[in-house]
T-cell receptor, first 116, second 113 residues
């Protein structure tokens, strides 16, 4: 079956602009999470969505937001971009909570965002 | 979610068995232990998950002692392609969902010819 698809793969934006990233989870997966990865901070959790509802949120400013659609596809938006937002943004999908042992998360290839 | 501690880096040679140990002293009763592998500019990939004793799949084995305060990922006969960062994670998949994963610093494994 198809894996997690993130678009676009690469993006260059200017400070102050906004950006929207997209994530299509594996078919049947209802939980989608977003992560930011930078060399200095490593992998940091942004937020998690399940059945169109945000269930968890990491410690990021309000400029970072997201949503999930009825087909489980998710988007994240970053407004008023700063140079420090340059990172690899990863999306992960899983079946959802309460699935017991088989709850591995499948990650996409990520979107490389560069803010200049 | 329980905090994990693992070595920052490890080196080994092709054909050797590599063991990466992770400490998780405050692991909770419902927590599972999961390991992920990440190559540069790619998303992490699930390797193995376990609760206690030993779990083995086609790529690795996971050893968990009775007190569950540590775990060891064992990679048999590594090759150059096993060079990657390996993350140990601890959490309750039934409560928090596997998608809310807190990653530590990981172990950067370098395999030499």
């Amino acid at each position: 079956k198809a894996g997690v698809t993130q678009t676009p793969r690469y993006l260059i934006k200017t400070r102050g602009q906004q950006v929207t990233l997209s994530c299509s989870p594996i078919s049947g997966h209802r939980s989608v999470s977003w992560y930011q990865q930078t060399p200095g901070q490593g992998l940091q959790f942004l937020f998690e969505y399940f059945s169109e509802t945000q269930r968890n949120k990491g410690n990021f400013p309000g400029r970072f937001s997201g949503r999930q659609f009825s087909n489980s596809r998710s988007e994240m938006n970053v407004s008023t971009l700063e140079l420090g937002d340059s990172a690899l943004y990863l999306c992960a999908s899983s079946l959802g909570p309460g699935q017991g042992m088989n709850t591995e998360a499948f990650f996409g290839q990520g979107t490389r965002l560069t803010v200049v | 979610l329980a905090k994990t501690t693992q070595p920052i880096s490890m080196d080994s040679y092709e054909g050797q068995e590599v063991n990466i140990t992770c400490s998780h002293n405050n692991i909770a009763t419902n927590d599972y232990i999961t390991w992920y592998q990440q190559f540069p500019s790619q998303g992490p990939r699930f390797i193995i998950q376990g609760y206690k004793t030993k779990v083995t799949n086609e790529v690795a084995s996971l050893f968990i002692p009775a007190d569950r305060k540590s775990s060891t990922l064992s990679l048999p006969r590594v090759s150059l392609s096993d060079t990657a960062v390996y993350y140990c994670l601890v959490g309750d998949p039934g409560y928090s969902s596997a998608s809310k994963i807190i990653f530590g610093s990981g172990t950067r494994l370098s395999i030499r010819p």
